[in-house]
């Protein structure tokens, strides 16, 4: 990073601008900046796999599949993240570096990552009005976990294990494990 990165806290002008000029990803939270780390090859192959199906499934409709690269915006908590996998549907959503509306987010566990994936992202995430589907996905065992809001704004989760096949609503898409796990040895 900048020089900036000595100030204490960041303004969302100065992460955002700060984030262009730097090689390393850093996440943002309420003005603290917080580098990332790098993924093992299971985790690489696995959001591949997942961003994969979801660019060929929906290649030529109005969604759009995003990387690791793109940031999510949580507006009213002060937030920047960068999920492993996003999907916005929502046309108005055109910042450049980073996405406000998302149906769709993955998070592939990482030893280091899994409390955080599991409880502030999830509730973070949570806060995102457009948000329909939040899927956390081991790299040690073949389980996806979705949290998917109901018709009254509740969220459920669902597991899928082995053999089964994850329903992505958000994105219209079925995606079996075999799938996601595909050259991965577990």
């Avoid at 961003?51 to 999510?72: E, T």
Wanted: glycine share 6%; proline share 3%; hydrophobic share 35%.
């Amino acid at each position: 990073m900048s020089n900036q990165a000595l100030k204490s806290v960041l303004t969302v002008e100065e992460y955002l601008h700060s984030e262009q000029l730097s090689d390393i990803r850093h996440e943002y939270i309420k003005g603290q900046v917080y580098a990332m780390s790098g993924g093992s090859r299971e985790h690489d192959l696995i959001s591949g796999n997942i961003y994969m199906a979801l660019r060929i499934h929906l290649d030529g409709g109005r969604c759009q599949v995003f990387s690791a690269n793109m940031k999510v915006k949580i507006n009213r908590l002060d937030l920047f993240y960068y999920p492993d996998v996003s999907v916005t549907c929502n046309p108005q959503d055109q910042e450049k570096y980073f996405l406000e509306s998302p149906c769709l987010i993955v998070e592939v566990l990482s030893p280091s990552t899994e409390r955080i994936d599991r409880q502030e992202k999830l509730s973070n995430y949570r806060e995102l009005e457009s948000l329909q589907e939040y899927l956390l996905v081991s790299q040690t065992e073949k389980k996806v976990e979705v949290y998917r809001r109901g018709d009254r704004g509740e969220w459920n989760l669902e597991t899928f294990d082995q053999d089964g096949i994850v329903e992505l609503k958000s994105a219209g898409l079925q995606l079996p494990l075999s799938e996601i796990y595909k050259k991965v040895a577990l």
